[in-house]
Nanobody
Framework: QVQLVESGGGLVQTGGSLRLSCTAS????????MAWHRQAPGKQRELVAY???????NYADSVKGRFTISRDNTKTTVYLQMNSLKPEDTAVYYC????????????WGQGTQVTVVS
């Protein structure tokens, strides 16, 4: 059974930094895209950033220039470096691995809380 385990969330002041990690345990299918999403209270889940198998990454406009997504060489761990955090970044952050074979279900982490206080 595959699990995505996230870590690195917490409470930080405005302007601070956090680094989220998400590691897959178990046997996973070849992964095409590794992504981070977030969901703030009362809002829909939104895509924050993703990195594709070829290394191309993309970001939501709200985090461009502040967040950086990266992965390890084994492609079983994805990171999200978050700098210059703002209160509006407060949310539960979820990692998501999308297999190359789209007939397979994607994998989701359990979520990690990020709270930014002013």
């Amino acid at each position: 059974q595959v699990q995505l385990v996230e870590s690195g969330g917490g409470l930080v002041q405005t302007g601070g930094s956090l680094r989220l990690s998400c590691t897959a345990s178990g046997t996973i299918f070849a992964i095409n895209v590794m992504a981070w999403h977030r969901q703030a209270p009362g809002k829909q889940r939104e895509l924050v950033a993703y990195i594709a198998s070829g290394g191309i990454s993309n970001y939501a406009d709200s985090v461009k220039g502040r967040f950086t997504i990266s992965r390890d060489n084994t492609k079983t761990t994805v990171y999200l470096q978050m700098n210059s955090l703002k209160p509006e970044d407060t949310a539960v952050y979820y990692c998501n691995f999308i297999p190359v074979d789209l007939r397979k279900e994607s994998y989701w982490g359990q979520g990690t809380q990020v709270t930014v206080v002013s």
